[in-house]
């Protein structure tokens, strides 16, 4: 990927558990300059379809807490609740015993997501695709300065 890569996190509680980091190095999110960050996003969105097609999870969970690791990275946790004894809690719930996958689980997995990787990284029908977003295109409103910044941020213009 262009500016992360990914790689498998040996859970077998959560086959295909991933960590997407950024190459470059960053404290926080918010120190991301915005294209890198909108590139970080779209490439954690492939790595989920990826994950999602290499195992038939359910959803993937995605998470980037930066708690113990100060270098901006993002956990994609795929889901299973047919398996799970507690499907409805954070996976760092889980109460089953960590162990990791067997060699040969991890290596048809990387395959697997690689191989999922591939054709999303070289289209750019599905980069443009991905940037453009799949809602309708939305003409914002003209907007009003006098507001305070969280109601010009509100869901409700975000997400029409």
Not at 35 to 41: Q, V
Not at 53 to 62: D, F, I, L, P
Not at 83 to 92: D, G, T
């Amino acid at each position: 990927m262009t500016k992360s890569e990914i790689g498998l996190y040996s859970d077998s509680r959560f086959p295909g558990r991933c960590i997407v980091t950024l190459r470059d190095h960053f404290d926080h999110l918010s120190d991301v300059p915005a294209i890198e960050l909108m590139t970080f996003m779209e490439e954690i969105q492939f790595s989920v379809d990826a994950i999602k097609n290499a195992t038939s999870c359910s959803r993937v969970n995605v998470a980037i807490l930066g708690n113990a690791e100060s270098h901006v990275h993002a956990h994609l946790i795929p889901r299973f609740p047919n398996e799970e004894s507690l499907p409805n809690k954070a996976p760092w719930e889980d109460p089953r015993p960590k162990k990791s996958l067997s060699h040969s689980d991890e290596d048809l997995l990387v395959e697997k997501i690689r191989a999922g990787l591939e054709p999303a990284l070289t289209s750019s029908q599905v980069r443009t695709t991905r940037l453009i977003g799949r809602r309708k295109p939305h003409v914002p409103k003209p907007l009003n300065t006098d507001l305070p910044l969280f109601d010009l941020l509100s869901d409700s213009e975000i997400l029409r």
